[in-house]
């Protein structure tokens, strides 16, 4: 019990301070990421907090595998270290003792995972979505903001206001850009009302000028005017033709056949496969020379988690591309991971060599 309760209790405090400093980081990236779309005008900035939440909250599942694998390798390679793993050692602890209460310790954090990626990720994304899509396809007149320029919903027109406006429908020095497949035009007028005619919202402009340029032919038209009329937005906000792939929930994924569909549902499924090898792995890698940098078995532990998840992504990319299945990817990469992990353990718990199988003597066991 003394054996189990030490390293669980030092497990969680490695994980938890792990958990803190990866939070941090990844919330002040998502922050300055989710501020340059806010000016880019992808995102409502009214809603960066909540888009810049709903974000972490979808990249939980890999913070706490990489929180799990590098809290694991901290902990035992301090014990060897401080020559702690040699007491246990000597006490009739071998290193396969230390595998059940890794996983007794990690079997709450592997189910999280299981959770946030199968569950949760699915809906962040769906929410980030929906709150992207309302604010891209919001009317014109919404778009506007006094003393700013704003592009149009469509892209086609850009828009300008004094900061000085009497009310909400109406404006004075307005200035608007349209660019159409056959011209362009740059029409300012001294002031705007907004009215509705027809059932249709319309910007009536007063007393300005209209420069029109076709793109087929050379010459400029123009024009000035006392009164003059365009339509802005009216139109009802049309729902999304194609739902995003990763907003998908996990149960339409598992219900289809289509290769797009099972890529996305592998790496899912395949987040909580990592969790699980990444114990074991953690466990098989720890081994440290005392003499050695302190750092170098955290450098390997995350060079293992860039290329396990970068293969993930590959392996998604080629099941969505028909190139390969779900089933035999997920064999190939978790499953040939666990036996590599496994087969490492094994080495490192009965103090197994390439010299010594070589030279074909007895290989040494340790106290188990």
């Not at 466990?283 to 440290?288: E, T």
């Not at 353990?345 to 188990?368: D, E, F």
Request: proline fraction near 4%; hydrophobic fraction near 50%; charged fraction near 20%.
């Amino acid at each position: 019990m003394l054996f189990d309760s030490s390293i669980r209790k030092e497990l969680a405090r490695s994980f938890g301070a792990t958990l803190v400093v990866l939070v941090t980081i990844v919330m002040t990236m998502m922050l300055i990421r989710t501020l340059g779309q806010a000016s880019r005008g992808r995102v409502d900035p009214s809603d960066v907090l909540l888009v810049m939440g709903y974000t972490v909250l979808g990249q939980l599942p890999t913070i706490l595998s990489l929180c799990l694998f590098v809290a694991i390798v901290a902990v035992l390679s301090r014990m060897y270290r401080d020559s702690e793993m040699v007491i246990w050692f000597a006490s009739g602890r071998g290193l396969m003792n230390l595998l059940p209460p890794l996983l007794r310790f990690a079997w709450p954090v592997m189910l999280a995972i299981a959770a946030l990626s199968l569950v949760v990720w699915p809906w962040a994304n769906t929410q980030i979505q929906e709150l992207r899509t309302q604010y891209e396809q919001r009317s014109d007149v919404d778009r506007i903001a006094p003393g700013q320029f704003q592009e149009s919903a469509n892209g086609s027109r850009v828009f300008f206001i004094d900061r000085d406006s009497p009310d909400a429908t109406s404006a004075s020095n307005v200035f608007v850009a349209t660019n159409e497949p056959s011209r362009e035009t740059v029409t300012s007028a001294e002031s705007a009302k907004l009215e509705v005619r027809h059932g249709e919202r319309m910007a009536v402009l007063f007393n300005g000028q209209r420069l029109e340029m076709p793109l087929d032919k050379p010459g400029l038209r123009v024009s000035e005017f006392r009164e003059y009329g365009t339509r802005v937005g009216g139109s009802k906000i049309a729902g999304m033709d194609e739902v995003a792939l990763k907003t998908r929930n996990t149960l339409d994924l598992m219900q289809s056949d289509d290769a797009s569909f099972r890529g996305e549902l592998g790496w899912r499924v395949g987040l909580a496969f990592a969790a699980l090898n990444f114990v074991v792995l953690g466990l098989a890698v720890a081994v440290v020379n005392p003499r050695a940098g302190r750092s170098s078995s955290l450098a390997f532990a995350l060079f293992a988690f860039v290329v396990y998840y970068n293969l993930m992504t590959v392996g998604q990319s080629w099941v969505a591309a028909g190139r390969m299945g779900m089933g035999p990817f997920m064999i190939l990469l978790h499953g040939g991971t666990l036996l590599f992990a496994l087969l490492l353990l094994v080495a490192r718990h009965n103090q197994w060599s390439l010299r010594t199988l070589l030279a074909g003597g007895a290989p040494r066991r340790s106290a188990a």
